[in-house]
Protein backbone atom coordinates (compact mmCIF):
# COMPACT_ATOMS: atom_id res chain seq x y z
CA UNK A 1 0.00 0.00 0.00
CA UNK A 2 1.28 3.48 -0.98
CA UNK A 3 2.25 5.43 2.17
CA UNK A 4 0.99 8.74 1.19
CA UNK A 5 -3.06 7.54 1.26
CA UNK A 6 -5.49 9.78 3.58
CA UNK A 7 -8.90 9.25 4.51
CA UNK A 8 -10.74 12.64 3.99
CA UNK A 9 -14.24 14.31 4.48
CA UNK A 10 -15.43 14.97 0.98
CA UNK A 11 -18.97 16.81 0.99
CA UNK A 12 -21.00 14.06 3.59
CA UNK A 13 -18.85 10.97 2.35
CA UNK A 14 -15.47 9.64 3.46
CA UNK A 15 -13.01 8.80 0.56
CA UNK A 16 -9.27 7.07 0.38
CA UNK A 17 -6.93 9.85 -1.77
CA UNK A 18 -3.62 8.89 -2.93
CA UNK A 19 -0.87 11.68 -2.75
CA UNK A 20 -2.55 14.11 -0.49
CA UNK A 21 0.33 14.57 1.87
CA UNK A 22 3.28 15.37 -0.67
CA UNK A 23 0.51 17.72 -2.56
CA UNK A 24 -0.23 19.94 0.44
CA UNK A 25 3.51 19.58 1.31
CA UNK A 26 4.25 21.45 -1.86
CA UNK A 27 1.15 23.49 -2.20
CA UNK A 28 2.61 24.97 1.58
CA UNK A 29 5.95 25.25 0.31
CA UNK A 30 5.60 26.85 -3.26
CA UNK A 31 2.10 28.67 -2.84
CA UNK A 32 2.75 30.45 0.17
CA UNK A 33 0.97 34.05 0.09
CA UNK A 34 -1.16 32.56 -3.28
CA UNK A 35 -4.95 32.55 -2.90
CA UNK A 36 -7.18 29.76 -1.53
CA UNK A 37 -8.86 29.98 -5.05
CA UNK A 38 -4.97 29.58 -6.48
CA UNK A 39 -4.14 26.48 -4.07
CA UNK A 40 -7.40 25.01 -4.46
CA UNK A 41 -7.05 25.09 -8.09
CA UNK A 42 -3.29 23.20 -7.60
CA UNK A 43 -4.60 20.86 -5.43
CA UNK A 44 -7.47 19.57 -7.67
CA UNK A 45 -5.05 19.78 -10.42
CA UNK A 46 -2.35 17.75 -8.56
CA UNK A 47 -4.53 15.43 -7.07
CA UNK A 48 -6.83 14.19 -9.70
CA UNK A 49 -3.68 12.66 -11.38
CA UNK A 50 -3.51 10.11 -8.93
CA UNK A 51 -7.47 10.08 -8.06
CA UNK A 52 -10.33 9.24 -9.83
CA UNK A 53 -12.51 13.10 -9.41
CA UNK A 54 -15.93 12.59 -10.95
CA UNK A 55 -16.36 16.05 -12.84
CA UNK A 56 -19.58 17.33 -10.49
CA UNK A 57 -17.58 16.13 -7.50
CA UNK A 58 -14.65 18.30 -8.35
CA UNK A 59 -15.90 21.64 -6.26
CA UNK A 60 -16.57 19.31 -2.99
CA UNK A 61 -12.90 17.85 -3.61
CA UNK A 62 -11.67 21.14 -4.12
CA UNK A 63 -12.75 21.93 -0.80
CA UNK A 64 -11.57 19.20 1.22
CA UNK A 65 -7.89 19.81 0.16
CA UNK A 66 -8.25 23.66 0.84
CA UNK A 67 -9.79 22.01 4.31
CA UNK A 68 -6.88 19.55 4.51
CA UNK A 69 -4.10 22.48 3.33
CA UNK A 70 -5.28 24.41 5.97
CA UNK A 71 -4.59 22.13 9.03
CA UNK A 72 -1.44 21.87 7.23
CA UNK A 73 -0.76 25.16 7.10
CA UNK A 74 -1.95 25.94 10.90
CA UNK A 75 -4.79 27.90 9.33
CA UNK A 76 -7.98 28.69 11.84
CA UNK A 77 -10.38 25.74 10.80
CA UNK A 78 -14.48 26.88 10.26
CA UNK A 79 -16.23 25.56 12.88
CA UNK A 80 -19.28 25.28 10.25
CA UNK A 81 -17.01 22.46 8.52
CA UNK A 82 -17.11 20.55 11.41
CA UNK A 83 -18.38 17.08 9.96
CA UNK A 84 -19.48 15.89 13.51
CA UNK A 85 -17.78 12.87 13.00
CA UNK A 86 -15.52 11.13 15.09
CA UNK A 87 -12.59 12.66 15.37
CA UNK A 88 -9.05 10.55 16.00
CA UNK A 89 -5.76 12.19 15.96
CA UNK A 90 -2.02 10.76 15.64
CA UNK A 91 0.28 12.90 17.72
CA UNK A 92 4.16 13.21 16.89
CA UNK A 93 6.31 14.40 14.91
CA UNK A 94 6.18 12.43 12.22
CA UNK A 95 9.31 9.79 12.85
CA UNK A 96 8.94 5.91 11.76
CA UNK A 97 6.45 5.05 15.02
CA UNK A 98 4.61 8.09 14.08
CA UNK A 99 3.99 7.05 10.91
CA UNK A 100 3.31 3.15 11.76
CA UNK A 101 0.45 4.41 13.88
CA UNK A 102 -1.14 6.26 11.44
CA UNK A 103 -0.83 3.49 9.16
CA UNK A 104 -2.36 1.09 12.00
CA UNK A 105 -5.04 3.17 12.80
CA UNK A 106 -5.95 4.05 8.72
CA UNK A 107 -5.78 0.03 8.19
CA UNK A 108 -8.28 -0.64 11.47
CA UNK A 109 -10.24 1.58 10.50
CA UNK A 110 -10.77 0.55 7.23
CA UNK A 111 -11.14 -3.22 8.62
CA UNK A 112 -14.13 -1.99 10.98
CA UNK A 113 -15.51 0.61 8.14
CA UNK A 114 -15.22 3.52 10.57
CA UNK A 115 -15.80 6.52 9.04
CA UNK A 116 -13.61 9.06 10.91
CA UNK A 117 -11.41 12.00 10.33
CA UNK A 118 -8.15 11.24 11.28
CA UNK A 119 -5.16 13.64 11.55
CA UNK A 120 -1.58 13.37 11.85
CA UNK A 121 -1.05 16.51 14.41
CA UNK A 122 2.70 17.05 13.64
CA UNK A 123 3.02 20.43 14.90
CA UNK A 124 5.34 20.94 17.93
CA UNK A 125 3.32 24.15 19.34
CA UNK A 126 -0.06 22.37 18.61
CA UNK A 127 1.33 19.20 20.11
CA UNK A 128 2.79 21.60 23.52
CA UNK A 129 -0.69 23.23 23.52
CA UNK A 130 -2.07 19.83 23.73
CA UNK A 131 -0.62 18.86 26.89
CA UNK A 132 0.92 15.66 25.15
CA UNK A 133 4.67 15.17 26.43
CA UNK A 134 5.51 12.17 25.01
CA UNK A 135 5.44 10.63 20.81
CA UNK A 136 3.78 9.02 19.91
CA UNK A 137 0.54 9.15 21.09
CA UNK A 138 -3.51 8.18 20.11
CA UNK A 139 -6.37 10.55 20.68
CA UNK A 140 -9.81 8.95 20.14
CA UNK A 141 -12.82 11.39 20.42
CA UNK A 142 -11.09 13.52 23.35
CA UNK A 143 -9.60 10.83 24.93
CA UNK A 144 -6.21 10.25 25.42
CA UNK A 145 -5.80 6.62 24.55
CA UNK A 146 -1.75 6.05 24.73
CA UNK A 147 1.19 8.47 25.30
CA UNK A 148 5.04 7.29 24.35
CA UNK A 149 4.70 4.28 22.74
CA UNK A 150 2.87 2.60 19.81
CA UNK A 151 -0.43 0.26 20.69
CA UNK A 152 -0.92 -3.11 19.51
CA UNK A 153 -3.22 -3.62 15.91
CA UNK A 154 -5.92 -5.55 18.74
CA UNK A 155 -5.36 -2.59 21.30
CA UNK A 156 -6.36 -0.20 18.67
CA UNK A 157 -9.27 -2.52 17.25
CA UNK A 158 -10.25 -2.31 21.27
CA UNK A 159 -10.33 1.37 21.43
CA UNK A 160 -12.22 1.81 17.48
CA UNK A 161 -14.63 -0.97 17.78
CA UNK A 162 -17.58 0.60 19.66
CA UNK A 163 -17.41 3.60 17.77
CA UNK A 164 -18.20 1.22 14.42
CA UNK A 165 -20.69 -0.35 16.21
CA UNK A 166 -22.34 2.91 16.75
CA UNK A 167 -22.11 3.92 13.42
CA UNK A 168 -23.68 0.50 12.09
CA UNK A 169 -26.63 0.80 14.59
CA UNK A 170 -27.65 4.77 13.55
CA UNK A 171 -27.54 3.41 9.86
Not at 71 to 92: A, R, T, Y
Request: charge should be neutral; include cysteine.
Amino acid sequence: MDRDYARIRVGRHETGIMGLKAAVEEAARTLSGKSEEQVGRFLLEKLSKRNYIAPPAREDYRQAFLREYRKHVGMPQDPEEDSGSLKILVVGPGCSRCEGLEQTVMDVMTELHLAADLEHVRDVKRIAEMGIMGSPALVVAGTVECVGSVPSRNRILEWLKPYAEQQTKEK
